[in-house]
């Protein structure tokens, strides 16, 4: 959660940074076309036409005060996106890890005492991880499938999971985690 808070940050100080050069940029380019415009302005004043060229410079003027109102109404809605993303992230206090293979995903959740399948349900929707269950009914659920390995009677080999370290019993529509739970999927041989 500490990493997705610091990419959030990242981002915005990069924006930030961007649209600040850009604007630093925009300043000297527009205080080049200022003196420019000026120059033209002396060269016209020596032919008895400033009032024509006056006008042009104050409509280049207001042109750039528009465009960095505009820039100014964009930042501000990364900032208030930012904002949003950070309420959102304050909102979901708990989290725990599934481990799956070589992969760790680190899921958040708004309330205590979920099921196990509630929370892989939750990380099959942002993720590419894929599973399939057996109900074997007041046993619950039982997971026989991720991301393509199937269990196989034959050789005895079954998707196994380990909350905290120890080997679970209960299927996945009983199980109930709490924060900072690690749950660890294995493919092993197992006795049930």
Known sequence: MQKIKWQYHLIFLTVLITISVFLFYQQEKDNKNIKQEINKIEIINNEEEPKIE??????????????????????????????????????????ATIKIADNNYQINFAKENITLEELMNKLQKESNFIYHTIDYGSMGKFVDEINGIKNDNKQGKYWVYYLNGVSAKAGISIQKINSQDNIEWKYENSTF
């Open 54 to 95: 006056e006008t042009k410079i104050e409509k280049f003027q207001e042109n750039k005060i528009l465009e960095k109102e505009i820039i100014t109404k964009k930042l501000e809605e990364i900032v208030t996106t930012t904002d949003i993303q950070k309420t959102e992230e304050q909102s979901i206090p708990f989290s």
